[in-house]
């Protein structure tokens, strides 16, 4: 069995997210993201961004996110890393973007402001239920063939 490494974050935007803005982040994550076999998945809503992050070596993810915890059009509020057996939940998106419109389509936009919420008030200190962690991105991947075309 592969083990593979993730982490997920929620990172306060500090300057205007317009749609230029995420599609240069998308377009730059997934040229260097393909080369580094990392991917996952971008989502952007109010202020915050949620990025699932995963790759097969801890090393490969570390060096993104020292690399994004310098990126100042975000700060990171909370981030968390965890790792699994078995294939990548998103082993086909580079950087895949989810947005708000594709959650409200799939009745799931409050659930994952929920998560959000929940994810922005952790500490780093407390034990985290990674389990929950992995339900939302769970219920995000099994919704993957719907989410890249809607
Ligand atoms: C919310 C957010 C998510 C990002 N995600 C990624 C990513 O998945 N992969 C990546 O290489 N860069 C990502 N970036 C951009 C990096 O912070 C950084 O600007 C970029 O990796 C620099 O690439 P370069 O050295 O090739 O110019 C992200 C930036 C932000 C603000």
Redesign the pocket.
């Known amino acids: 069995m592969n083990t593979y490494y993730s982490a997920i974050y929620i ?1 306060k ?1 500090i300057i205007p997210v317009t749609d230029i ?1 995420i599609n240069d ?2 377009t ?6 393909q080369q ?1 076999g ?1 991917t ?1 998945y ?1 989502y ?1 809503e109010d202020g915050y ?1 949620m ?1 699932y ?1 995963e790759a097969d070596k801890a090393d490969t993810l570390d060096k ?1 996110i020292a ?2 915890e ?2 100042r ?2 700060q990171i509020v909370n981030c968390f890393n965890t790792s699994h057996t078995g294939n990548k939940r998103f082993f086909d998106w580079s ?1 895949g973007q989810i947005d708000k419109n594709q959650l409200i389509n799939l009745n799931l936009e409050q659930q994952i402001i929920n998560y959000m919420k929940w994810l922005k008030g952790l500490h780093q200190s407390i034990d985290v239920n990674s389990s929950k962690i992995c339900s939302m991105v769970d219920l995000l991947s099994s919704h993957k063939e719907i989410l890249q075309l809607l």
């Open positions: 990172s935007a803005v982040i998308l730059k994550s997934r040229s260097n993201n580094k990392i996952g971008l952007y961004f990025q992050i993104l690399v994004l310098k990126d059009r975000h950087m």
